[in-house]
């Protein structure tokens, strides 16, 4: 059970999750795991839809992207996840998300700018999302990198990419922007920093589900105490 005191409902959901505990304590498969985790956070928190980060590298790393076929990069909670509703999976080669329900829109464009136009990231000021991290080992978060884009931090640059996509049994050609580490410059943002930060503004909050820890918080707060600091010190997040 999900301990949902002070937890708010009726949110757009996020989750991200590490499944190695849940799975030391149970006998279920990953598959079952991931539903009951899904279900659980579903009827409790009454979610407008839950969202789920199916992140796949292929495009930068290969130049191609499989819309249906390449798999998510980040773990097997989010391959899971997919597994059940890829067919929700948003509209972006690299940092796409898949949902439960379907995303209403009434024109749909393939990203091009990662944080940018087309992208998850391009209403966030006009949504508030719950964000949950089930049992991570370290605070993480992709907000992180859509302030580094916002800010035009100086520890990275935009790097363009071009690449072939796979979309209903169409081939494309398509270019894709991003803000990337400079790696010769320190670029690695402090998690332990961060999570600190955020703990003692009373933004970051604690609860469990199935016994296993839960940090939640959300997005409106983040982005507004970060952009805050940001404003103050552009190598806020590295230093």
Not at 53 to 77: A, E, M, N, V
Request: glycine share 2%; proline share 3%.
């Amino acid at each position: 059970m999900i301990n949902i005191k002070n937890i708010p409902k009726n949110f757009y959901v996020i989750i991200t999750a590490r499944l190695k505990n849940f799975k030391k304590n149970s006998n279920l498969s990953y598959l079952n795991i991931t539903k009951n985790i899904v279900n659980e956070i579903f009827e409790n928190l009454k979610p407008i839809n839950i969202f789920v980060p199916t992140f796949c590298y292929d495009f930068l790393k290969k130049g191609y992207y499989d819309h249906r076929l390449s798999k998510p990069d980040i773990g097997r909670f989010s391959d899971e996840f997919f597994n059940v509703y890829h067919n929700n999976r948003s509209l972006d080669p690299v940092f796409n998300y898949s949902s439960i329900f379907p995303e209403k829109k009434v024109k749909q464009f393939w990203c091009k700018n990662a944080f940018g136009n087309e992208s998850f990231f391009e209403n966030m000021h006009d949504r508030e999302f719950l964000v949950i991290n089930l049992d991570l080992p370290k605070f993480s978060s992709t907000f992180i990198h859509y302030l580094e884009n916002k800010f035009k931090v100086p520890y990275r640059f935009y790097k363009n990419f071009e690449g072939s996509i796979s979309y209903k049994e169409k081939v494309f050609s398509s270019k894709y922007e991003y803000y990337v580490r400079d790696l010769n410059k320190s670029s690695i943002y402090n998690s332990e920093k961060i999570r600190s930060f955020l703990y003692e503004k009373a933004i970051l909050k604690e609860s469990s589900l199935f016994d296993n820890k839960i940090d939640w918080y959300l997005s409106s707060d983040l982005i507004s105490n970060l952009s805050f600091e940001l404003n103050k010190d552009l190598n806020f997040f590295v230093n």
